[in-house]
């Protein structure tokens, strides 16, 4: 197989509460999130359709909800409230940069989106585990890809 393949320990996980001005990582995250785009379909099928089969057209776009899993520290569980905090209007960005392929790219690619947080408290938890909440996410607006800079 050829290209450049990525550990998901390998990506930076990061937010900003501030519309991209400063950015921190997610602390303690077990997991990258990066919604995906599921599309509305519209049924525009008419009367004068002569196969007996339906005709559809895209509809709105809406990102998937997602979840972002976080060992329990005080310090984290403290910035996870901070994002849950941030008015609908303006939510917290998330980052999520990957490493530099450097036979190709002076940076990495970057997938960026705006989420609604809703922090879990963890529920129920077995003996034998770390304890961990969740950061339950409602993406809102798009999520944008950037492609690393390439070596010139």
């Known amino acids: 197989m050829t290209g450049f393949k990525v550990g998901v320990d390998e990506i930076t996980l990061e937010c900003s509460l501030d519309g991209g001005t400063t950015w921190a990582e997610v602390l303690e995250a077990k997991n990258v999130v990066i919604p995906e785009d599921e599309a509305e379909w519209r049924d525009r099928t008419t009367l004068n359709v002569k196969d007996r089969r339906k005709r559809y057209g895209r509809g709105m776009i809406d990102a998937s909800d997602t979840t972002i899993n976080c060992l329990y520290t005080t310090e984290a ?59 339950k996410l409602k993406s809102s607006g798009a999520v944008t890809f950037t492609a690393g800079a390439a070596i010139v």
């Open 77 to 135: 569980f403290v910035a996870a409230k901070a994002m849950e905090a941030l008015p609908d209007e303006t939510p917290p960005m998330f980052r999520a940069t990957f490493p530099i392929n450097t036979a190709t790219q002076t940076s990495g690619d970057v997938f960026q989106y705006s989420a609604i947080v809703q922090v879990s408290n963890g529920g129920e938890q077995d003996v034998d585990g770390d304890f961990v909440f969740a950061l």
